[in-house]
Every structure is written in C-alpha cells, then in structure tokens.
C-alpha cells in the first residue's frame, strides 16, 4: 500500500511538471513553458521534452537555411560552433552540412512518417531514379554498418486527436471547471460531490447494463479514489506506470493541466470554486478506457535513423563526385551529427550572430551625456515602450529623459475597479502583494444589452431578441466592421465616466486577508525604490510623468497576454496614478527628505499617465488639477501627439496590410482602427522578435536603433554602492524578462504543442480557456498569429554592471543562478567605465568577448530606418540631435 | 432586363469561383488584397442588382435553352420573385459582411486560397438555388452547398477531429440528399413534373412531402439528425458564421416554402414537421443552455430557431417565416462574430447575470443535453445497421477528394530528385 502510493506520487510528481502551467485566460501571464526544468541546461531540457513527449526543441532546419540565406546565421559563426562541439571539418564538407545536410525535405518526411506510422515506406522512390554506377554505390553503402547509438527522434508518438475517453469525458471536464457561463449550472453540491455527478454523467451517455458491469470500480465519495486507483495500477511495474501516466495525462494535456493549476492554485479560479482533482480526472479516464474497452498502449515507432544518414553520404559523395574511399569516415562523421544536433548548433550560430552583432555595436558606440531636461517620463521596460521612447526623446530635442522600470511601479497591489465584483493584482506573478486598492465612482453599464446577451442560448429570448433588436444590431454590427473607430469613440464617450477615487492610503482595515491601502511609510518606501532604482536622486525635473501600460483591442479573448507582463496581464494605469498622487503629496515628500534622502524640489510636479500599446493613444490623470501651466500642457501633447503617430508608422512598417509610405498622422489611424476592429486576430504584434534586455544608463542605448526588440531597464551603477539595487532589480527583471522570451521561443518552436496553434478557429469555453470545435483539447501557449514574426533567440541580457556584482548576485538568487548558469538566457556585462570592454558569460565563466567589425549603418533618425518584414535591421546608429 | 439579372446574380461568381480554383490553391501574400477586392466586387454587384430588382421586377418565369437536341432538350427555369430578391439581396449582404470579416482574419492562413474560392462557389450555388425551379439543378445547388461545406468544416485538416466531423456532417448530408434525390425521380420519372411550380395531377404529397422533409432534416439539423451542427464548427469562425449559423441551416425552410406547391395540402406532412420541429426546440433549447462553449451554445440555439421556422411555414405563415429567416440570420451572424468576446461581454454584464445555479435540471436531463440527447448515437446506429455500405463509398469518395487539394509529397520528392541531378 505504502509502496504504491509512494511511487505513484513520485511518477506524477514528475510527470506534472511536463502539463502547460497555464492559468484561465483572464490571468495569463507569460511564462517559462519549461519552468520545472531550469535547474537543467537549456539543451537537456528542450530535447529531453523532445525524446520523451514529442515537442520540437529547435526549429526546422529549413528555418535556418532560409535564415542563413537572409545573413541572420553567418558560415564563420557556425564554423566556430561546428568546431567547438568537436566536429573539425575542411571547407568543403562544412559547406555540405550548412547547405545541404539533412536537407529539410528528408527530416519533414521521416517526421510525417512517424507520425503516420509507416516508417518502412520511408526511402521508397529514393533510388528508382539512380543510374547503374549510383546504384553500385548505394548498394555499397547500405551495406555498412553504423557502430553509433542514434537517439534522435521521440521514441512514441502520443496522438492528440482525442479518442473516445476524451471525447466522452470532455463535456463533463467542461461543466465541472466553468466559470458561469453556460446558462444551466451545476449546484454547487453537485459540483462538490464529483463522483456522484459523474455516475450521472455517466447514466447519461451508457446504457444501464454496460454500466452496471462497471458500476464496482466507480468510487462513491473522494476518499475511495485513492484506493481504486491502486486496484487499478497496482500490477504495474515502474517503467509500466510511468508510461500509462504519461499517456493519460498527454491525451488531453491542456485540461489535464487547467484542472491541476486551478485544483492547486486558488488564485487564478476568476468565479465559481474547482473541486476536481487530478487524481480524480486520471481515474475517469481508466475507468471511461475500460467501458469503452480502449488500449492504450505505447505504439513504439521503429526509426532507422542510420538509412538517413546513408542517404546523406550517398548524396555527398554523388553529388559532389568524390571518390567511394573515404566512405567510412564520412558516415562516421555524419551520424555524428544527427538531425537533432544539426539543428542545436544551427539555433547556436543563430543566437551567437545576432549577439555579436549586438555586443559589438554597442561596444563602438560612442556615448553622450544627457543634459538637464524639463520633463522625465517613466516607462515600463516592455520592448513596446522602446520605440516610443526614442521618438519622444528625438522629438522634444531633448526636452524629455525617458526611464525604463518594472511597469507596477513598485506598488504591488490587488486592485478592485468600480462595477467589478473581484479584485485582481497589480503586480508581478511573482510577487505576493498584501494590500488591496479600491476604486469608486459611477460605472455605467448597458442593461439593454443583457437582453441581447442571454439569447445566446435561451429560445424565447432569441426568438423575441431575434425581432425586436436584429435591425439595430445588424447597424451596430456594420459599424463594427466598417467604422470601427467611430464606433469605439462612440462607445467610449457612452460608457465610460470620469473618473473617480482611488482609496490608496491606509484605513487600518483588512480585508479578504488583505490590508485596506498603504500606510505612509510604506508608500515613501515604494516611491523611494523607483526613483532609486532608475538612478533618478538628483536634477529633478519640473515635471515627472509615470507612464503605465496596457493595451485594449477588441473581440480578442487572448488580451491579457497583450497587457503589461509587470501587472500580471492587467492595465497598469491605477500603478501610475497612485504613484504620481503619492509622490506629490507634501506629507511623502517629507518622509522622503528625512528617511530615504531624497530632495525633491516643491517645482516639481508628478503625474501619472497611460499608454495603450495597441492603439498608441496617451492619457495623462490630473494634469487639469493644477500646478501644470496651460503652455506647459499643450507643449507636452503637441510633443506626445507627434511622438505617437511616429511610433504608429514604424510599427506600420511591419504590419503586412499597412499601405507602404503611409504618412504618419495616417499610421495613427491605422493602428487605432486596427486595434478595434472586429476580426482582427493580430492587433499589434506584442513582443514578437523580442530578443534583448539592457539594464544600464540611458547614455548607454541612447541613439541606438534597436528595432522594437529590447526590454530597456534603467539602472545608475554610480549610486548602487553595495549593489543592493541591482540585486533588486534583476531578481525581478530576469525571470520576468526570461518568461516573456522563452515563452515566445516554444510558441514559435511548436505551434501545436507548447502554442495554442491559429486562432481562427478558437472557441471560447467556461470563460477560462479557448479549444478547436466543442469537443477538444484546452489550447494553451500563444496563438500562432502572435508568434508569426518571431525569431526564436534565447534573450540576451546586456548588463551595465562589474563581474563582481553579478557574481555576487548570482549565489544569492537560486533562480536568476539557474537561468543564467543553465543558458536559459545569454549573458554580457559593459564595464560601467568604459562601455567598450564586454564580457560574455561563457562555458561557466566571464571571457573578455570577442567581437568582429560589423557595418552598422548610420541614419539621421529612427523614421529614416529601413526596417520592415522583410528586410529587418537589428541594430543601427542614430545621429540624433544635440543635447544641452 | 430579367435574364441580365439572373446573369448578374448567377454568372458572377461562377466566373470568379472558376478563375481563383485555377488561380491555384497555395496561399500567397501579394494575391489576398486581390481576391479579397474581387470577391467583394461581385458580392456588392450582386446586392445592388437585387435590391433593385427587387422593387423594379414583376413576377415572372424565365425559361432559359441549354441543351436542345432532336428528342431531348433541357431548359433552365427560373421564378423570379419579390420573396426570392428579397432572400438574394438578404444573401449578398450576409457575403459582404463575412467578407469583410475573413480578409484581416485569414491572413496569411495555409488555406486562405480555398477559403476564398469555396466561399465563392457557396454563392453560386445559393443563387441558384433561390431562384431555381428545376428540381434536379435544385438537387445540385443542394450537393455543391453540401460539398463545400464539409471541405470547410477540415479546414484544418492536419487535425484529425476536423477531419472525422467533417466526414460526419457529410455522412448525415448524403444520408437526407438520397431522400432528395428519390423525390427528384418520383417526380420526373412517375408524375413527369420538371419544374416544382406546376402541380401534376395524381400526386402522392405525402410521400413527395416527407422526403422532402427528410432531406432538410441534415442541414437543419432536426432532431436526432442534429448531432453533427455543433461538432461542425471546427472551421475558421467566419466560415462556421457564415455556413452553421446563417446559410447552410436555413437553407432548409427555404426548400420548404420553394415547394409548397408539392406537399401543402397534405396534413400527414404538415403534423410530422410540427411534431418533430416542436421535440428539437425542446430538446436544443435545453442543450443550448447546458453548453459551457459558446459556439456549441449558438449552434444549438439555431437549431431551436430554425425549427420554430419550420412551424412557421408548415402553418402557412410563409411571408413571416422569410422575415424570420432575414432578421434571425443577422443576429447570429452578430452573434457568432462576436463569440470571442463571451469574457469582456460576461464582465459587462456580471451584476445583471441571469445564470442560475439551479436544482431544476437535475442530473440526467441536464448531462442528456449536454451530449445532445443522445443525437450522435443515434445516428451511428443509423449507420452501422443500414447504411454501412453508403458511408464507406462516401469516405472513399471524399478521401480522393482530399487529395485534389494537396500535393502528392512522393511526386514531390521524385521531381526534386531528378532536378537535383
């Protein structure tokens, strides 16, 4: 007894850290897909998840073909990565394997044979071509023997099509984890009694006598569960166990995932309580296997990896018309390199070229000192808001000195929004925040609509709805599809009022288990952490802007993965308006002065705002209220308005429907049409090609074209004495900046399995998830439409800081040591002295980098780069203005 | 003037479904706007010609000559009529708008190609259809609507399920289209009637008028052939739009009120329509709203809709049924089109929320609609006791079908091979 409930706990322990850790789709956050796995390489991890579940580790190779055709993996680099996994080669064979090895045609055929299970089949119609003398050699061939042991294909293949348990078990899952909405609901005893329920689910789909065999083995109440499970898998061994778990869980691997984080995590259950567990879910599905009498076992695939390789060798030597002598040595060599390590160093060559790249140009850089400026503006570090920042910093001429900090602004709380029954946090998904914020005001909501609404399901409503409303919805609709901004502009001015009080200070209450607002220590202390920790203590401006941001787009049921990752998926706004309200009262300021030793003039003023990352519009709170003269704010949205059209065309630039040379003010409109239109699955591209992460001095990227690529973080190393700060900062930093990457890099690596695949298709369910049809697998990751354009590229942290420090911070924090130490990010520092001397973290030590002259064009500014979809520069100089 | 609109409204899209189907199949960038501008181009032609037709034609036959020879000859019929413009005018609009709708949506989608050209044929064949009174060329429209259907439904068709639903759907489609197709006989062969408009004497409206009813049964879904509806929506959503909530499933009544003349004074007919109709508002309603998906639960709630359609006509409510048809159709073209919205419209609505967690719909009944009482069931039984034969010849015919549409990847290989030589 013992000895079963052990193992199967240890089994399924393990098996749990493969499910999709994914949270219902109103608290998507981005995450590591991997993230049980960072204690292990990088390579281990990904192709471990390969061998053992089937999910691509790297992309095809025909993707890094075409990419080294484009310049993005350069021969040299690949030589270097070649050499250093030990395989030495002269030029010509290193031709052969970086054009034509493995040529993608091949591994798509095994890979599409394996998946239909017919692997003998694989080569037929290779040689019903040859002549007599490539017949002569290819018998020659066939006849050696390959010594090396070849792992490199999934040993099975779990089908994901659902069988007959999942498609019966499906609607019950549906009903036992909906959040309300379908019309009819369970009570909540029924929900709460599973297995009582499910014995009349199951009276639903079988007939009597089929069910009363099987009625013995259906446990009554939850505490039965554990011992049926044993009768079931006692006689398993080990290996049999793990096998027939893996397979259960694999079948459905998206609910079996929902049920385990919304049975372990309270948290993220957005309504109704979740009393399934997955012990419950495994046993229904043994049980529903044996009434339908399905087997499942493994089918094993029988790969024969080794007639690849002969293929390749024959292709070699026949094509390239060498002599038959080196035979040998070149089969050696070739199962060397198998398909899967192929494709590792081609991800390693494209990673290490863009970096060079990178490193090298920041290393040439010369740097200028930023003068005194009238306005500061605070930004997330979000890749979105790099663009932006340049523009605004180009147009005012210097008038603007941007900041990049973690978007929540150091107040890490749960907010509550006017007309919102449940608060939801404010914070990092890391984070644990205490205090709960509340909002009041009036909130206007459309009881009309409800009518139309419920007639989703109900008949008499649909048939009454259906007449009387069809004539002004059919308008509404048209407006939809064609007018979308009017319509919006419409909208907004019926809907929403103005706003509205924010109850931030303390009221010595609690809550829900939640402390009711700050009291003002502790807000001095947040206000005081940001303006330290993005190196502003001195030469205050008259005016500080705090810029949160979020993004809205219409009919979109994915838009928390579009919103502020430093939030948790939500708007930052409220972030930025408590900071700009705290920090401007006399009493925090006084705290400030005394405690944390920061002076800030009585002129200066803060302010809070908001950017909508989709639609490029600005807001600013308060600035009516007072202290900003009425020249100062029209100076400023003359500036922000120019700015933001700016930045609409370059992300114009990469839309593919946009108009080429489309004139800025239109750009603006294009992407607020954009964002509200009715079917539009990419309203903006998110952080697709992010790829780099600067933490430094602004001197350090300023006039530095980086594509909309970079996560910018400020940080001053010349006030961080005992690298506190830093620590701080990177502790939250990197995995948030690392989640983001590497959940875009499995997204694009496997679209069907770690994404959630084309979002055309996607069917709402249980207000918690998206699936294909009625009846299927929960589709979590990123949908294939947001992952389009990415380039998967490990994120690349550029570090403005000393060996010393980092070191430093590296054995204080378990997971910032794991990601970097493992590869799951690459890792350069800049020498606060001199920028140019770069150190790259490499083979588990800091090497002086060693960085190639690469041409870097020079433009006169950002709207003059030539970027595009087809033609993308990853880094460029800016000449750039004059500065005080 | 009433042969030029029929020109108009049935040669259009002829041309341009033929013309994109020769354009090829694989999906480039710089042809979408093209496509997109052409289909939108005969979709607004099409509404304009209708709608003034509409107010400016008078009722009519028209009899085109297609085939002549010394002892056999085929004409074309058509009725041109108020309701029929009306129903055209109601079609186009609905293209326009789902036309709008798939060109941002399907960007860049592998099948983007056949989505378009599909849609195309859907067109024709609906044009037709409406205005047709041949029962054969009916018969076609019928098949070609079916066709394309179910080549939408494995719009994805490295999906398995996709695959099996579409096969499914199209099982039930061929199972009603025999019914159709032996009425079709009857009529030519037994009572010599070609055009649906003349009444022969001697016949039998009963018989004629339930395999009529039968052969809506697939594409309206009534129960238990209503399985299949919610399963079909494994497409991309304007499709599953603009075929499951809006054209394919009120396709049905529309052959109903056509062929009136055929089965109305029949009582027998019009008491099963009633009685099957009333048994799948029911039973829909109930799985409607015991749905936690939402295109299961629009699905299901056509179904109720659509039924309630059918009473409609077999009253003799004939005019009120068409202007069901057009209202209901927009609102679930709304509806649908907005289905990925469901959280942000919950979110609006919270307060107001009329959900019930209830002790009414205790167990059984509330799982039975769950599974759609038991539809699916029943029709594989349907299939496996009479008609094994029929479906295995439609999945043979369906998979060389399927093969049109991708390339042979061993041809592929070959040619490489050689070229590389």
């Known amino acids: 007894m013992e000895n079963f409930k052990e193992r199967y706990k240890a089994i399924l322990g393990e098996e749990i850290k493969m499910l999709p850790d994914q949270a219902p789709l109103e608290h998507f956050v981005h995450h590591n897909n991997l993230h049980h796995f960072e204690s292990v390489l990088f390579e281990q991890a990904v192709e471990k998840s390969y061998l053992d579940y089937g999910k691509s580790p790297y992309m095809p190779l025909s993707y890094y073909r075409d990419k080294a055709k484009s310049g993005d993996i350069h021969q040299k680099v690949f030589s270097k990565v070649l050499s250093s996994n030990g395989i030495n080669v002269d030029l010509e064979l290193e031709n052969f394997i970086f054009k034509t090895l493995y040529n993608y045609k091949d591994i798509e055929q095994v890979e599409f044979y394996i998946a239909e299970g017919m692997c003998q089949d694989l080569s037929s119609g290779f040689w019903k071509n040859m002549d007599r003398k490539q017949t002569a050699l290819w018998d020659l061939i066939e006849k050696l023997e390959i010594k090396q042991q070849l792992q490199q294909y999934p040993d099975f293949h779990v089908n994901r099509s659902p069988n007959k348990t999942s498609l019966s078990i499906i609607p019950f899952l549906g009903v036992m984890l909906d959040q309300g909405q379908a019309e009819f609901q369970l009570a909540n005893h029924q929900r709460e009694n599973v297995w009582a329920t499910f014995l009349f689910y199951l009276g639903s789909i079988f007939n009597k006598e089929l069910l009363h065999r099987h009625l013995e083995d259906i446990p009554v109440c939850r505490d039965q569960v554990e011992v049926m499970l044993e009768k079931k898998l006692k006689g398993y061994t080990d290996q049999e166990l793990l096998q027939k778990l893996r397979i259960e869980l694999n079948m459905l691997p998206g609910w079996a995932g929902m049920i385990y984080k919304m049975s372990k995590n309270k948290e993220v259950i957005p309504r109704r309580e979740v009393y399934m567990t997955l012990d419950d879910y495994l046993l229904m599905r043994l049980i529903l296997n044996e009434i339908h009498a399905i087997n499942t076992e493994v089918e094993f695939t029988q790969v024969n990896p080794a007639l690849l390789v002969k293929m390749n060798v024959f292709n070699y030597v026949s094509t390239q018309d060498k002599s038959e002598e080196r035979l040998e040595d070149l089969l050696k060599l070739f199962s060397d390199i198998s398909p899967l390590k192929l494709r590792r160093i081609f991800q390693k060559a494209f990673e290490i070229t863009y970096q060079e790249k990178i490193l090298s140009g920041i290393s040439r850089k010369k740097n200028k000192l930023i003068g005194e400026s009238k306005y500061q503006m605070f930004f997330c570090i979000d890749d979105r808001e790099a663009s932006f920042r340049r523009y605004l910093e180009e147009v005012s001429q210097g008038a603007i000195a941007t900041f990049g900090v973690a978007g929540f602004f150091g107040f890490d709380m749960m907010y509550q929004k006017v007309g919102e029954p449940r608060a939801r946090r404010l914070c990092p998904p890391a984070a644990s925040p205490q205090y709960l914020i509340k909002e009041s005001g009036n909130s206007y909501k459309f009881k009309f609509a409800r009518f139309i609404h419920y007639s989703h399901s109900s008949f008499i409503r649909s048939a009454t709805a259906g007449f009387l409303t069809t004539p002004w919805r059919t308008l509404e609709f048209k407006f939809h599809l064609y007018a979308p901004r009017m319509k919006r502009k419409f909208m907004e001015n019926m809907r929403f009022s103005k706003l509205d009080q924010i109850h931030y200070e303390s009221e010595q209450k609690e809550e829900n288990g939640f402390k009711l607002g700050y009291n003002p220590q502790e807000l001095a202390q947040r206000v005081a952490g940001i303006l330290k920790g993005a190196g502003l203590v001195k030469d205050f401006a008259p005016y500080i802007l705090m810029i949160g941001h979020g993004h809205d787009s219409f009919n979109n049921p994915h838009v928390s993965a579009y919103r502020c990752g430093a939030c948790s998926g939500a708007n930052a706004y409220p972030n930025a308006k408590v900071f700009a309200r705290t920090a401007n009262d006399p009493k925090i300021r006084e705290i400030l002065a005394k405690d944390f030793d920061l002076h800030i003039p009585a002129i200066t003023y803060f302010v809070g705002g908001y950017h909508d990352t989709c639609n490029d519009d600005v807001q600013l709170y308060d600035i009516e209220l007072e202290k900003m003269s009425e020249q100062d704010q029209k100076e400023l949205k003359a500036i922000l308005l120019q700015a933001r059209e700016l930045n609409a065309k370059e992300r114009c630039k990469k839309f593919y429907q946009a108009p080429k040379n489309i004139s800025p003010t239109n750009a603006l409109r294009f992407v607020e049409e954009r964002a509200w239109r009715i079917a539009e699955p990419r309203p903006e591209l998110n952080h697709a090609t992010n790829s780099l992460c600067i933490v430094g001095r602004r001197e350090l990227t300023k006039d530095l074209f980086l594509d909309r690529r970079a996560f910018l973080v400020s940080y001053d190393p010349e006030i961080d004495g005992d690298s506190a700060i830093l620590a701080g900062l990177l502790g939250a930093v990197i995995p948030v900046c690392a989640g983001i990457n590497l959940e875009y890099y499995f997204s694009k690596v496997d679209t069907e399995n770690y994404g959630s695949g084309s979002k055309t298709s996607h069917n709402v369910t249980g207000l918690m998830g998206v699936m294909n049809g009625i009846r299927g697998d929960l589709r979590t990751g990123l949908v294939w439409q947001m992952v389009e354009y990415h380039d998967p590229l490990r994120i690349l942290f550029v570090i403005e800081a000393y060996q010393e420090q980092i070191e430093k911070i590296i054995q204080q924090n378990e997971q910032v040591k794991n990601l970097i130490t493992n590869y799951w990010i690459s890792l350069a520092l800049v020498n606060p002295k001199d920028h140019s001397d770069i150190t790259v973290y490499k083979n588990n030590q800091f090497v002086t980098a060693d960085l190639p002259e690469s041409a870097i064009n020079t433009y006169e500014s950002s709207d003059k780069v030539p970027t595009g979809l087809d033609t993308p520069v990853d880094i460029a100089y800016l000449k750039g203005l004059k500065h005080g | ?421």
């Not at chain 2, 309603?285 to 749905?291: D, G, H, K």
């Not at chain 2, 979110?347 to 599974?371: A, C, H």
């Open chain 2, 1 to 421: 003037m009433a042969k030029l609109y029929i020109g108009i409204l049935l040669l259009a899209p002829l041309v341009f479904s033929t013309f994109q189907f020769f354009w090829g199949l694989e999906n480039q960038k710089n042809q979408e706007l093209l496509k997109a501008s052409l289909s939108k181009f005969v979709y607004t032609t099409q509404f304009i010609v209708s709608i003034y037709a509409f107010f400016s034609i008078e009722s009519q036959h028209l009899s085109v000559s297609f085939i002549h020879l010394q002892h056999y000859h085929y004409d074309f019929m058509f009725f041109l009529d108020k309701p029929y413009f009306a129903i055209a005018t109601i079609f186009s609009l609905l293209f326009m708008l789902t036309e709008k709708m798939s060109f941002n949506y399907l960007h860049a989608e592998e099948e983007h190609s056949k989505f378009y050209s599909l849609k195309m044929l859907l067109n024709f064949s609906l044009m037709a259809f409406s205005f047709s009174q041949n029962i054969d060329f009916l018969y076609f429209c019928w098949e070609v609507v079916g066709i394309t259907s179910a080549f939408l439904i494995s719009y994805f068709y490295r999906r398995n399920q996709a695959v099996e639903n579409s096969l499914f759907a199209f099982s039930i489609y061929r199972l009603c289209d025999a019914a159709f197709l032996v009425s079709a006989l009857l009529l030519y062969h037994y009572y010599k009637v070609e055009n649906i408009s003349q009444v022969a004497t001697g016949t039998n409206s009963t018989i004629l008028g339930l395999l009529l009813f039968i052969t809506i049964m697939g594409k309206s879904g009534v129960y238990p052939l209503s399985a299949w509806l919610p399963q079909a929506l494994e497409g991309p959503t304007p499709s599953s739009n603009l075929y499951y909530m809006t054209l394919s499933t009120h396709l049905g009544p529309l052959l109903m009120i056509k062929t009136y003349s055929l089965w109305g004074d029949s009582v027998i007919v019009k008491s099963t329509m009633i009685v099957a109709s009333l048994i799948t508002i029911i039973l829909s309603t109930i799985s409607a709203r015991s749905q936690t998906n939402i295109k299961g639960a629009l699905a299901y709630s056509t179904l109720s809709q659509v039924s309630l359609i059918l009473i409609e006509i077999a009253l003799g409510f004939h005019t009120f049924a068409l202007i069901h048809i057009g209202l209901h159709v927009f609102h679930r073209l709304a509806q649908m089109a907005l289905s990925p919205s469901i959280i942000d419209q919950h979110n609006l609505m919270e307060k107001l929320s009329v959900t019930r967690p209830t002790d009414i719909v205790q167990g059984s009944l509330y799982f039975w609609g769950l599974n759609g009482f038991g539809s699916e069931k029943i029709v594989l039984k349907l299939f496996k006791f009479m008609l094994m034969p029929l479906v295995l010849f439609h999945n043979l015919e369906i998979r060389i079908l399927g093969q049109v549409f991708e390339e042979d990847e061993e041809i592929t290989q070959h040619r490489l091979a050689r070229s590389a030589k």
